[in-house]
T-cell receptor
Framework: SQTIHQWPATLVQPVGSPLSLECTVE??????LYWYRQAAGRGLQLLFY??????ISSEVPQNLSASRPQDRQFILSSKKLLLSDSGFYLC???????????FGQGTRLTVV | AQKITQTQPGMFVQEKEAVTLDCTYD???????LFWYKQPSSGEMIFLIY??????QNATEGRYSLNFQKARKSANLVISASQLGDSAMYFC??????????????FGAGTRLAVHP
């Protein structure tokens, strides 16, 4: 069966520090991968999506970047975190065009 | 541009009653998919129901049904026989064609549902 792993679950980082959040999917090949950010009590904002290795589409200009070094690995990074980067980050995957996306457990990031 | 609108920030319903959560969308794609997710306070995203733009019948999954009105571009979620465990945030989402691909999945702002005993 397919599973998605996202870690860490919570993270507290100082302003100006780097960030690396990792997401891996098991049990499927060539998934579409997504990174979302959710502010407290708000909806999900699509940050990046990827349809294949090395292929990244960015939805909003920001302080973050994404990479897909392997088929089932998706990494969200920042060189220098801002206070506004705080939020709940969710990774998701899907396979076919019109099937549901499956989400990881999320990472709650607090930048202090 | 694609857009999902959920106009109800919060809703409440009495236990065992039915409730409708509204969702309208905007897209120029001829083919798209509509989804509903539930997010309890734990933060996990739980898939509930899917409707394809070419599906002739409204989707149903247990107590969940989707009232799909294509001409009005609406995809409302109906929860029948509400239970206390249905209290959560509910998100409407749409997948359609993005520039260079078919894999962009966007979400509405969500509706917080509270089920009262």
């Amino acid at each position: 069966s397919q599973t998605i792993h996202q870690w860490p679950a919570t993270l507290v980082q100082p302003v100006g520090s780097p960030l690396s959040l990792e997401c891996t999917v098991e049990g499927t090949s060539n998934p579409n991968l997504y990174w979302y950010r959710q502010a407290a009590g708000r909806g999900l904002q699509l940050l990046f999506y990827s349809v294949g290795i090395g292929q990244i589409s960015s939805e909003v200009p920001q302080n973050l970047s994404a990479s897909r070094p392997q088929d089932r690995q998706f990494i969200l990074s920042s060189k220098k975190l801002l206070l506004s980067d705080s939020g709940f980050y969710l990774c998701a995957w899907s396979v076919l065009e019109n099937t549901e996306a499956f989400f990881g457990q999320g990472t709650r990031l607090t930048v202090v | 541009a694609q857009k999902i609108t959920q106009t109800q920030p919060g809703m409440f319903v009495q236990e065992k009653e039915a409730v409708t959560l509204d969702c309208t969308y905007d897209t120029s794609d001829p083919s798209y998919g509509l989804f509903w997710y539930k997010q309890p306070s734990s933060g996990e995203m739980i898939f509930l129901i899917y409707q394809g733009s070419y599906d002739q019948q409204n989707a149903t999954e247990g107590r969940y049904s989707l009232n799909f009105q294509k001409a009005r571009k609406s995809a409302n979620l109906v929860i029948s026989a509400s239970q206390l465990g249905d209290s959560a945030m509910y998100f409407c989402a749409m997948r359609g064609t993005a520039s260079g691909g078919y894999n962009k999945l966007i979400f509405g702002a969500g509706t917080r549902l509270a089920v009262h005993p």
